[in-house]
């Protein structure tokens, strides 16, 4: 979901390069509502993965595509533009100089720029740059007004600030660890602030123990919300904890101010937040970086690059954002 919400400042200048343009951006079906309100876009070719792949190129090679754009140079993708043909263009992953940084610590990227950034060597032909404004993610407003309806339900109140939590993540070491959240969940509640715990299906057993910390001002949240009931409550929460994620993309591309919590990735890689309010939290380990998206465990055994950042140092970087 990060890597495609980072594609968005791409879509926002061709678009604004090209005003009569058709622009479409094919995805996953379950990501496809993230694009669906976005103005810039005419259109988005969802792609059901458990459907063969030659359907999708069919209904793609229709379109008579005159500019193709490869933002993902995935294996997936590759078959894809063998099967819809043309010429495609894409961007360089820098796969060499991460492993170098990885596996021997030595930073020989030479391109320094955000992946946002590097999307745009995708569409050197079209004369396009960056704005310098972060990614975006168009909201309909009933989206907004059912999770207002859902907090107020659940006993938040206008008049307490909300602060948003993502606990989860797709590997286990870019987990912060789940006793730092129940802390932190304890010490921000003990003003007037409530917290809702976002988060998909595989997230639940963190939600509850989020929730159970702080009963009647923590709201899981987790596995019960779509993609964009979850950008309606990041856009209105006041501030969001999230680790290197999704949903630390999707509050930035709403414009909440974010706090990331960073272990077992960094900067080099292009994928720390975007142009966006916020700050990320890290620790200058000599193990960092151990692996490119993360992994089942600490390669050291100490998961330190995570469980060093303490709650009170998270807590202070929420007060900075508030202030």
């Known amino acids: 979901m990060g890597d495609l919400l980072l594609t968005t400042p791409l879509i926002r200048a061709i678009r604004r390069r090209y005003p009569e343009t058709d622009l479409t951006v094919a995805t996953q079906s379950r990501y496809a509502p993230l694009f669906q309100c976005n103005p810039h876009i005419t259109r988005v070719a969802a792609y059901d993965s458990r459907e063969p792949l030659r359907a999708f190129a069919r209904e793609l090679r229709r ?36 492993t170098i940084l990885i596996q021997l610590k030595r930073n020989t990227y030479r391109d320094t720029r ?36 859902a907090l107020a ?10 602060l948003a939590f993502a606990p989860g993540a797709s590997h286990a070491t870019k987990r912060w660890p789940i006793s730092h959240w129940i ?20 997230d639940r057993h963190l939600g509850a123990a989020l929730a159970s910390a702080a009963p009647d001002r923590a709201f899981d949240m ?13 856009k209105l929460s006041r501030t969001a904890v999230a680790g290197d994620t999704g949903l630390l993309h999707l509050a930035t591309a709403v414009g909440t101010p974010i706090v990331g919590l960073y272990g077992p990735t960094v900067e080099a890689f292009g994928f720390f937040p975007y142009q966006a309010r916020g700050t ?22 100490h998961h330190d690059c995570l469980a060093s950042l303490a709650p009170v140092q998270v807590a ?3 007060g900075r954002l508030r202030a």
Not at 80 to 94: D, E, I
Not at 153 to 162: D, Y
Not at 226 to 231: D, G, K, M
Not at 280 to 301: H, I, M, N, Y
Request: glycine share 8%.
């Open 222 to 234: 987790t596995g019960a919300c779509t993609l964009l009931e979850s950008a309606a409550l990041l």
């Open 63 to 98: 379109l008579r595509l005159t500019h193709r754009l490869d933002l993902h140079r995935s294996l997936r993708s590759r078959l894809l533009r063998l099967q819809v043909g043309g010429r495609w263009t894409s961007y360089s992953k820098y796969r060499a100089a991460r």
């Open 280 to 301: 990320v939290l890290e620790q200058p380990l000599s193990c960092r970086p151990c692996s490119a998206f993360g992994g089942p465990k600490c390669p050291l055994g």
């Open 114 to 149: 955000p992946v946002a950034e590097r999307y745009f060597d995708a569409a050197k032909s079209l004369g396009v740059s960056p704005d310098g404004n972060p990614a975006e993610v168009f909201l309909p407003q009933d989206a907004l007004d059912r999770m207002q309806v």
């Open 183 to 202: 802390e932190l969940v304890r010490h921000v509640t003990e003003g007037v602030v409530d917290v809702v715990v976002l988060g998909g299906p595989r």
């Open 153 to 162: 339900e659940r006993g938040h109140h206008a008049s307490r600030t909300l």
């Open 316 to 318: 202070r970087a929420i």
